[in-house]
């Protein structure tokens, strides 16, 4: 089946250190979501990447869509505190089609 | 906005009995809305796709007569386990889609955790 390979499974950080999550998926992405997820909480929609090399930011993330639209990362710079959690990506595979989710990154970030 | 509600937020009830989540969109219509379960450290799982007024598709391996799913309205969906037993506890998270018209993404629930003793 269609599967979104993701990795690491955990990463655990100095505060201030870089972090990077990668996703990847064998067949052509119609495009990728990411989503974070605080312990305990819920997944919430970060953003959306549907161009091909496609790169976007938001403050200290940087999200980046392979130029073949089968791979993804999320790069955070100086990691934070509240950076912890665990961030999954979601791949569609068709337009309107559904979501299959990563095994998603845990990050733990140490004061 | 894009506002997802869950009922309840957990619930504990006996094996054998019948639990119904309900999942809401409040500032949205959604045309589809997903279920979804999450075990402890693991990844969300789609179970089925739930299109308004129309059957609910499911996954591969997910049992239809037991994971009941019924989406009445643009802005309602429940899923209902029935004859719920231990191994069904779990984190069952929905999502909701807007319309056409609206963005191709997600919005979740805060999810329901279900215990069944």
């Known amino acids: 089946g269609q599967q979104v390979m993701q990795i690491p499974q955990y990463q655990h950080v100095q505060e201030g250190e870089d972090f990077t999550t990668y996703c990847n998926s064998s067949?052509?992405?119609?495009?990728i979501q990411w989503y974070k997820q605080r312990p305990g909480g819920h997944p919430v929609f970060l953003i959306q990447?549907?161009?091909?090399?496609e790169v976007k930011k938001q403050k200290r993330l940087t999200f980046q869509f392979g130029e073949a639209k089968k791979n993804s990362s999320l790069h955070i710079t100086a990691t934070q505190t509240t950076d912890v959690g665990t961030y999954f990506c979601a791949g569609q595979f068709t337009n309107a089609g559904k979501s299959t989710f990563g095994d998603g990154t845990t990050l733990t970030v140490k004061p | 906005g894009a506002v997802v509600s869950q009922h309840p937020s957990w619930v504990i009830c006996k094996s054998g009995t019948s639990v119904k989540i309900e999942c809401r969109s409040l500032?949205?219509?959604?045309?589809?809305m997903f279920w979804y379960r999450q075990f402890p450290k693991q990844s969300l799982m789609l179970m089925a796709t739930s299109n308004e007024g129309s059957k609910a598709t499911y996954e591969q391996g997910v049992e239809k007569d037991k994971f009941l799913i019924n989406h009445a309205s643009l802005t309602l969906s429940t899923l209902t386990v029935t004859s719920a037993h231990p191994e069904d506890s779990s984190f069952y998270i929905c999502?909701?889609?807007?319309?056409?018209?609206?963005?191709?993404?997600?919005?979740f629930g805060p999810g329901t955790r279900l215990t069944v003793l």
């Open positions: 990447l549907v161009k091909s090399g």
């Open positions: 999502s909701a889609r807007p319309g056409v018209a609206g963005p191709d993404t997600q919005y």
């Open positions: 067949t052509t992405l119609s495009n």
């Open positions: 500032d949205f219509q959604a045309t589809t």
